[in-house]
């Protein structure tokens, strides 16, 4: 892509940022969120009424409230056994105070399932809450200052796995003579963090932080804390600024009931790690249409819902991704319709109970559902995204003609591997895990590629019934699977950002 391009493109995505965001770091502007057309300011509560969905879960409605700057006041647990790219597999206990110290407990297993502990780290800092972010709008940036961590081995198997990732220095400083069941010191402010960073260990999670309170129609009110997300590239993730959420933790006093994950993790400590009850085996049955539970965030300040039907019986998919401007998805930017075919195959050797999937998305159309993004959208080359010029408010158009959008990082045919998994939630109702993106917005378009960990769960809308309008899709317009083919870097040109990584591709 040459640089006049790139130019004309900026000044596209400029056209789209709030005026406003220049001065939200300033003193004066501390708590206020970058506003321009945005109707609300950062201090005041945001809602959000699912009613696109008529499964039970959605129905009863729930509105979410937010409050810039979050008060983290309290415990926060984890829900599930957590998975992190790699795969790592934790469950973890954040406990902050009114004086800005924080204490952290992160233990790990073998499995997914989280039932084998290896270690436990316990980790002791302060957090300072800094302004309200302005490049993940309802965000707040924190920094934090680490005055201890310690670890607690489980096995002498632990023992050897961990030693084997480490520089020799800290294996001879920490675990050489480590027994399981004792506290040994890996980091203070006197050591260097060399021993942490060998681990893949960083807390720069608590660089982006988040509170809601979901209160449901019932009366009943369950808190969660987002910290940012994690990268998917171990290499890059002691240094990751996040911009995405990772899993949210849920407040021990306001969290989901029955949540006898949520009762172990409270009462676990370094020495006493939580074992999870074994999780019933969920057969993966991906029949029906599975709908967001909640707007998601994505890394590169991404705000969208994904709405994904599936026909088992001619191997077919269809998936909508909405985007919004904003964390409570209630200001569209876009709409995207990607349809194709799949093929599922072996159980994952790296993850108990997902089965590797391979998606080839072959038809695209976008609906611009602002002035802002079709203006961006006919300013494209003549054959090259659509019908140039012809980009109209709330108008879907085809981009399969055009064998894609390259400008939008759009290519058809694209051929993906993926990572399903089912469980149960706390209602025995089904969830559906798909894998997670890759931090950097590129594509698992090889099999080296394929996700190690899962985006937020989504939830079974219908029972199980496909759409009229799906279960008759022409299976002959298409090759052979379907995905979300990178589908999502089309938001990094609408707030422009990642553009580095994504010129890369184009």
């Known amino acids: 892509m040459s640089s006049g391009r790139f130019s004309h493109l900026l000044r596209g995505v400029l056209v789209l940022l709030p005026a406003a965001v220049i001065v939200a770091g300033t003193r004066s502007k501390l708590w206020e969120v970058p506003i321009g057309h945005f109707t609300s300011s950062s201090n005041k509560t945001e809602s959000l009424q699912w009613e696109h969905c008529q499964y039970r879960h959605l129905k009863e409605g729930v509105r979410i409230t937010a409050d810039i700057p979050p008060k983290l006041d309290g415990t926060w647990v984890s829900t ?12 973890r206990s954040y406990t902050f105070h009114s004086n800005r110290h924080f204490q952290a407990l992160q233990h790990y297993y073998t499995e997914s399932s989280c039932e084998d502990p290896a270690y436990s780290l316990m980790i002791r800092g302060k957090i300072r809450l800094l302004q309200a972010s302005w490049i993940t709008r309802g965000a707040t940036e924190a920094e934090h ?115 006898p994950v949520c009762a172990l993790v409270y009462r676990s400590s370094e020495h006493r790690p939580p074992v999870l009850p074994r999780a019933p085996a969920v057969p993966l049955s991906l029949e029906g249409h599975w709908v967001s539970q ?64 391979v998606f080839k998305v072959t038809q695209v159309k976008v609906t611009a559902m602002d002035e802002s993004t079709a203006k961006l959208l006919n300013s494209t080359r003549p054959g090259k995204c659509g019908r140039a010029g012809n980009w109209r408010h709330g108008v879907e158009q085809d981009l399969t003609p055009t064998n894609g959008c390259p400008m939008l990082g759009i290519r058809l045919p694209h051929k993906e591997y993926e990572l399903f998994k089912m469980e149960l939630d706390h209602r025995k109702h089904p969830l559906l895990f798909t894998g997670e993106r890759p931090t950097d917005g590129s594509s698992p378009d090889r099999p080296l590629r394929r996700p190690t960990s899962f985006q937020l769960p989504m939830v079974l809308c219908n029972g199980g019934e496909i759409p009229p309008s799906f279960s008759t899709f022409n299976s002959k317009q298409v090759q052979l699977a379907s995905g979300t083919a990178g589908l999502e870097k089309l938001v990094l040109l609408v707030f422009g950002s990642a553009l580095c990584s994504w010129l890369d591709v184009y």
């Open 80 to 91: 599930r056994c957590e998975v992190r790219p790699g795969p790592e597999f934790l469950t």
């Open 145 to 259: 200052h680490l005055s201890r961590v310690g670890i607690v081995l489980h096995s002498v198997a632990a023992k050897q796995r961990l030693a084997s990732r480490l520089p020799p220095a800290c294996v001879s400083l920490s675990l050489n003579e480590a027994v399981p069941g004792k506290s040994y010191e890996l980091y203070n402010t006197r050591a260097g963090r060399a021993c942490l960073a060998a681990m893949g260990f960083s807390v720069m999670e608590m660089g982006l932080v988040r509170v809601e309170m979901q209160h449901h129609s019932h009366g009943g009110e369950v808190q969660e804390l987002f910290l940012g997300d994690i990268h998917s590239d171990w290499a890059q993730r002691t240094q990751h600024r996040p911009t995405g959420y990772q899993q949210p933790l849920q407040n021990a006093m306001y969290h989901i009931h029955p949540c």
């Open 294 to 357: 909640r707007c998601e965030t994505r890394p590169n300040v991404l705000f969208l819902t994904r709405d994904f039907t599936f026909n088992p019986g001619q191997h077919a998919w269809r998936g909508i991704y909405r985007h919004y401007l904003d964390p409570a998805c209630s200001q569209p930017t876009f709409s995207l319709t990607a349809l194709g075919h799949y093929a599922q195959g072996n159980p994952s050797s790296k993850l108990s109970g997902a089965s590797e999937f």
